[in-house]
C-alpha cells in the first residue's frame, strides 16, 4: 500500500505555507519531516489524512484518493493528545475505533489488553478515566487507540515530545515491527535522532519539501552565572497520593535565587503534580512545601509565581497573540499603549511579533506554547515553573527560551523546568531525576 502526494500546496493566514509537494510513501518504509516551527510540517500530516485540503494536488492511497480509503486504515495522531481524546475512560477509548469498524464485541478485549501492552500500558485498568493519566501516558493511550485499528499506514506529530525514554523504546520497537509487516510511517520531528527506524528525512524550508540531514541542536551555553544563597522553594519530606496510588514520597527539594533546575522523570512520575503543589493548586499529603517563606497559595503568589502548562490551549484566551501577551500586564495598571509595548518587546525577543495579530488558536501546537510562555514572562515573575516547555520548538526557538531564562537568572529570578528526558544540550544549572522515593542529582 502506497500514500501518494501530487503537487500538494497549503496556505496560512498570511500566504503559503508550501506548494508543488510530491511524496511516495511505500511499504515498510519511514519518512520523517523536519522544518522551523510554524512552517506547516502538522498541516501536511493533516493532508495525507484527508483532513486538510491539498490546494490544487491531490492525496492517493494505493491509486484511490485518500477520502475512499478503507476506515482504520490510515491512523494519526496529533501533537496535542487532549485534542483527539474521546471518551472518558481508556477501555472506552480503546474500544470506539473498534466499534466504527464492527469488530465482534468478543474479539474487542483481547486486542484492546494487547495494544496496551505494546506502548506500555499493561498495567493500566480498562476503567481508568482518561483525565487521571499525564500528557505522555494520554499520548501512548492515543497510540494504542491507532494500533488496535491495525492501520497501514500511521502518522505521527511530533511522537518523542511527549514520552519519557521508555516510551521512546517502546515506539521504536512498535516502528520496527510495523514496518517489517509492511506498514508505512510518516513523522513530524524537530529530533530525529532517538528514531532508529527512520529511512528519509524532508525538511520544509522556502515552501517546499525537500531531503534534508537530521536537524543540530548545538551546544547551548552554561548559565550565566552561579546561583544565588537565598532560598526560594522547598520540599521537606513530601509525599504526595492521588486516589489510591502514591505519586512520590520522601521528597527533599530547595531552590536559590538564579537558580535554574531541570527535573526530569517518566510519564506519571509527578512532575506536573510537582509544579501544582509548589503553586498551591494541589494539596501534598505529606511533609511540607515552601515558596518565598511561606506556604504556597494560589491569590498570594499571584503576580511572584509564572506557571507554564503542559497544554498550552488550556493557558490562551484572548482574541490576538499582543492581546494574550497584553493581558497579564493589565493587572499593574499601567496605561494599555504601554502594556502593549512591553508585550511587544517580548513577542521580538521569541521570534513571534509577526504573528502579533493572530489569533492564538490557529498557530501550530509549538507556536501557541511560546505565545503562552511569552504571557508567562510579561509580569517578570520571581519564580518560573515550566512544565515541557520545549514541545513543538525548533533547535533555534529552544536555544531562545534558553536565552531569555539565562537573562531571567541574570535579574534573580528563579526557574524549574519539567521535562521527560534531559536534553543532550541544556543550560540550567541543575538536572534532578524525580522517582517515587526522591529527587536525586542526574
Known sequence: MTLTLEN????????????????????????????PTGCGKSTLLRTMAGLHDPGPGRVLFDGQPVSRALPGRIGLILQNPDTQLLCPDVGSELAFGLENLRVPPAEMTPRMLRALSRVGLGALPLDRPVGALSVGQKYKLLLAAMLVMEPRILLLDEPCAQLDQDGIDALNAILENFLAAGGSVVLCEHDPAPLRAIGRILGIADRALRPAAAPSHGTLPAPPSAPGKSTVATLTDACLTL?????????????HTGEIAIIQGDNGSGKTSLLRCLTGFEALTGGSAAVFGQAPAPKALRGRVGLLVQNPARQLTADTVLDEVSFPLTYRRLPKARCRDLAMGILEKLDLASLADRPPFLLSHGEQHLVALASVLAVEPELLLLDDPFVGLDPA?????????????????????????????????????????????C
Open 8 to 35: 500538494v500546496g497549503a496556505a496560512g493566514l498570511t500566504g503559503p505555507l508550501y506548494s508543488g509537494v510530491d511524496l511516495a510513501v511505500g511499504p515498510g518504509e519511514c519518512v520523517c519531516i523536519t522544518g
Open 243 to 255: 486516589g489510591e496510588k502514591r505519586i512520590w514520597e520522601h521528597l527533599d527539594f530547595t531552590l
Open 397 to 441: 526557538s529552544t536555544a531562545r527560551v534558553w536565552g531569555i531564562l539565562h537573562q531571567a537568572s541574570l535579574g534573580g529570578a528563579s526557574v524549574i523546568c519539567a521535562l521527560h528526558r534531559r536534553p543532550a544540550a541544556h543550560g540550567a544549572h541543575s538536572v534532578l531525576e524525580l522517582r517515587g522515593t526522591g529527587l536525586s542529582a
